[in-house]
């Protein structure tokens, strides 16, 4: 049996691919900061570890890594999201990049090393589509999913060489308790569940990216590559 570690796993996407991935066979570790929605979570699935953990403690992920000894897939989702001009959130921007870049290169220092030595191994960190071009009101957030997305690429290469399977994963909007504090009209919106399946079916097939849905993911792609005075021309009304 193969064992999964997902961080962020209390609620969203993170319980919603826990679930998936307990479908499919794996032993799942779990690990978020809601110990009580963690446990009961773990009470649902059949070989399910819940260790409480703050990914932004290098050394707590560590030790709940080591307590669940070798893992096949490991998945960096833990990550928080808010909105606000860029000149008035630094302090917001510095918590995102906490929990959303280095909860994630937390993760991967723990788990990498056994990986390596095992010579095989999956890591997927959960970004944004977010993070492929700065967003209005969400400097912050695209910043740290951006960096999410640079470090990852340039692991993936890296890692190559010892069977190790590296995935970005960019979602659009997923219906989740982050999304429901939006009040701006999120396009294509998906469920947890729905994503679920799509991350972990890319996952299983070793896919370098993941990005959906399909109809959000062309738009931001095609936006990356407008040159910039057309591109702000296009996203002003969402700074007003």
């Known amino acids: 049996m193969q064992t999964a570690i997902i961080t962020g796993a209390s609620s969203g996407i993170g319980a919603a691919m826990a679930r998936e991935l307990s479908r499919r066979g794996y032993a799942v570790v779990l690990l978020a900061r ?10 649902e699935l059949p070989n399910a570890l819940a260790i409480p953990c703050d990914v932004t403690d290098a050394a707590a992920v560590r030790d709940a890594v080591a307590r669940a000894g070798p893992i096949d897939v490991a998945i960096a989702n833990a990550g928080i999201g808010t909105t606000g001009w860029a000149a008035n959130s630094v302090d917001a921007a510095e918590e995102m990049m906490r929990v959303n870049y280095f909860g994630t290169l937390h993760l991967f220092d723990a788990v990498i090393p056994q990986m390596i030595e095992r010579r095989s191994g999956r890591f997927a ?34 890692l190559a060489k010892f069977d190790i399977h590296i995935t970005v994963v960019n979602p659009g909007f997923i219906k989740t308790a982050m999304t429901d504090a939006n009040t701006f009209h999120m396009p294509f919106l998906m469920t947890a569940e729905r994503a679920a399946r799509i991350i972990v079916d890319g996952i299983e097939r070793g896919a370098r990216v993941i990005e ?29």
């Open 125 to 158: 960190g959960i970004a944004s589509l977010a993070g492929l071009r700065g967003l209005p009101t969400a400097a912050g957030y695209s910043a740290s999913k951006a960096a999410m997305q640079a470090y990852l690429e340039a692991a993936r290469v890296e």
């Open 34 to 43: 809601r110990a009580e929605l963690l446990t009961d979570l773990a009470r």
């Open 212 to 240: 959906f849905p399909l109809p959000m993911s062309i738009l931001t792609r095609f936006a990356r590559v407008l040159p910039s005075w057309l591109y702000d021309r296009a996203v002003r009304s969402g700074a007003r």
